[in-house]
């Protein structure tokens, strides 16, 4: 007699569970009534009554909900600026990216990367094949994480809350929508490699061009070959890095890469994957951080550049950096080339270039980005009215929990005036430690953490 597979099982009984529940189960309001730690999210999903009513139509659907304390950790995440400037159809693409098509109960994750699909519908933020994703993985202790855009992560806090219609995860911080790569590079210390794309004529097609994977070196392989790459022409400095380069209808995550992947480059010449000693490879380069989103795609950190004219090179798991096969000059440790050429305000969530969206119809669900223009058009102007009524009334409770935000900062600032200066020390290093999706990334993330970029 064979064994019941233990992972498989405890999804069946997460399903049985969430089934059983239902025949007894609430509506949404009153699920979210009935938790005080969601009555921020509960006020944000109200104000945009096209969405709110739409889940209320649901047979199968995953909400990621953001606590109370997510919220009041706004102002000091790269989300501050969008909720402070009241943009309500960025505020609006936010809470799309936090629901899920169909039941993704938190037994149904394991030690492997999921990419689900969510309701985000702004092409600013999702041009990827069926949809913008946020990545989900069970770790050590059982904890279930979610990463999404600048490699941010979301704790799992209570799991499986049954509402009719799906079910309800509440999570310690909020999702963060994809961006793409000229705006996500440097805010993950990915700077060199951001000012190099900036500085040629690659810049549009690694922003807007649908479906790329692309391996970036980091900043110390940059810095190896610093005065070598800064004198390229700039015809050659582009065909190194279009061997980065991947343009596929299969988005590159790591669960689409199995081991001897073959992968053709917008240089012309092919890259492979090697999967050995637990870590991941493309050529001989390692993968030092593994997925992260873009709103077209998706990245991978590795260690040293790959060589277009040695495309046959393979992996030495063994030894923990290849040594670089392209030679050059370097730069000292503390000259990162090409920052110059990043554009200037590149330190949060990007609301520039968001495009306003129509209503998210009934019409919309499952089609990810597939909807008809003239479709979300008619959604549009079916629901404008609706749509502009609950805007306002977000931004009036937007502004008023900002507000709250203020005067609990203020508060926190006497008090630490009334300590001594051993208080003082104690309350900056714990607000440092609490603050989320800092936008120094390597100082937020453990040396452990899988998300670590290691120069």
């Known amino acids: 007699m064979h064994p019941v597979p233990f992972v498989p099982l405890l999804a069946c009984l997460s399903f049985t569970v969430i089934a059983l529940a239902q025949n007894e ?11 005080k730690n969601l009555s921020q999210f509960t006020t944000l999903l109200t104000s945009y009554g096209d969405i709110y009513a739409n889940l209320s139509f649901q047979s199968d659907v995953t909400i990621l909900a953001p606590n109370d304390d997510a919220f009041n950790k706004i102002p ?22 936090h629901i ?7 037994g149904g994750y394991n030690g492997s990367f999921s990419f689900d699909r969510t309701w985000l519908q702004n092409t600013s933020y999702t041009n990827v094949t069926g949809g913008q994703v946020v990545g989900g993985v069970q770790q050590a202790g059982n904890v279930n994480v979610f990463t999404s855009g600048l490699g941010s992560r979301s704790t799992l806090i209570t799991p499986d809350l049954p509402f009719i219609g799906g079910i309800v995860h509440v999570i310690d911080n909020f999702l963060i929508p994809p961006q ?34 692309i391996f970036v070196p980091r900043n110390a392989a940059f810095q190896a070959l610093g005065e070598t790459l800064q004198s390229m022409p ?21 669960t689409n890469l199995p081991n001897g992947t073959v992968l053709r480059t917008r240089s012309g010449q092919n890259l492979t994957i090697t999967f050995a000693s637990n870590s991941l490879f ?25 060589d277009p004219d040695a495309p046959s090179v393979t992996a030495n798991p063994e030894i923990p950096t290849a040594p670089p096969l392209l030679r050059g000059t370097s730069l000292s440790e503390n000259v990162v080339p090409f920052t110059s050429f990043l554009p200037t305000g590149v330190t949060s969530f990007d609301t520039s270039s968001a495009s306003p969206t129509g209503s998210f119809g009934a019409s919309d669900i499952g089609k990810g980005t597939s909807s008809s223009t003239s479709s979300r058009r008619a959604s549009s102007t079916s629901s404008s009215k609706e749509r502009n009524e609950g805007s306002k009334l977000n931004l009036q409770r937007a502004t008023i929990a900002h507000k709250m935000t203020e005067k609990q900062a203020q508060d926190d600032r006497k008090h630490a005036q009334q300590t001594d200066g051993k208080d003082n020390e104690l309350l900056e290093e714990n607000t440092r430690m609490t603050t989320p999706n800092s936008l120094n990334f390597e100082q937020s993330q453990s040396s452990s953490d899988k998300l670590k970029i290691l120069d």
Not at 76 to 94: C, D, H, K, T, W
């Open 234 to 254: 700039s015809s050659q400095l582009q065909r190194l890095l279009n061997y980065h380069i991947v343009n596929s209808s299969t988005v590159g995550y790591s």
């Open 282 to 306: 493309v050529n001989q380069a390692r993968v030092l951080q593994q997925d992260l989103l873009l709103s077209n795609g998706v990245m991978h950190v590795i260690d040293n550049f790959l």
């Open 25 to 35: 189960t609430r509506d949404l309001t009153q699920l979210l009534q009935s938790n």
């Open 76 to 97: 000091y995440s790269s989300l501050g600026p969008a909720f402070e400037a009241n943009q309500s159809q960025i505020v609006r693409s936010i809470l799309q990216y």
């Open 100 to 106: 899920l098509p169909g039941l993704h109960p938190a």
């Open 180 to 213: 793409n790569f000229i705006q996500t590079a440097p805010q993950i210390n990915l700077t060199a490699a951001g000012g190099a794309v900036a500085n040629t004529s690659l810049a549009d097609y690694a922003n807007s061009q649908q479906d790329l994977t």
